[in-house]
């Protein structure tokens, strides 16, 4: 399966990150060493959410094809259970109709609150994406911001550089 393979694969990531130790920003490290202040802590910590989000999607979903799946044997087990001769006649084969269509509402019933359920789930994975969107802008901000304060300090700088040159001019 494709989940799988890329679960291993996250999986052998964290493994080798673990086995890098505090090294940052050496030849062989996975994550360079960047000016932003980004840690593997923090960058372990943003995987093991990432993971949590997709734990608790894959969760939700077994758990709604399970709930799919028992509600649809049973369906099927009452449908068969009450099948009936075809010369059944008479004051009883009214009841059984009327319990069949009652069966039929409930499983109807069952599945409005599958589709409710699923409505749910779409809502919370959409949330979840949300959420992760507005990490990654919060990243994004912080690297905004620090490369605003470069750009900062390189104006001074070439202010600096230009006021030298300008007295320089004067004096001579």
Not at 105 to 110: C, P
């Amino acid at each position: 399966m494709d989940v799988e393979q890329r679960l291993r694969e996250v999986e052998q990531r964290l493994a080798s990150l673990e086995q890098g130790g505090d090294v940052v920003g050496d030849a062989g490290s996975l994550i360079p060493s960047r000016k932003t202040g980004t840690s593997d802590a923090q960058v372990l910590k943003k995987v093991s959410t990432r993971l949590q989000d997709f734990e608790a999607q894959l969760q939700a979903q077994l758990s709604n094809m399970q709930s799919d799946f028992d509600k649809k044997l049973s369906h099927v087990n009452r449908g068969a259970s009450s099948m009936k001769p075809l010369d059944s006649a008479g004051a009883s084969a009214g009841l059984d109709t009327m319990a069949e269509d009652l069966d039929q509402l409930k499983y109807d019933v069952g599945e409005l609150k599958d589709l409710l359920s699923n409505n749910k789930g779409e809502v919370n994975h959409i949330r979840r994406i949300v959420l992760a969107c507005e990490r990654d802008m919060e990243d994004f901000t912080a690297a905004m911001d620090a490369v605003n304060v470069d750009l900062d300090e390189m104006r001074a700088r070439v202010d600096a550089t230009h006021s030298i040159i300008t007295s320089r001019q004067r004096v001579e």
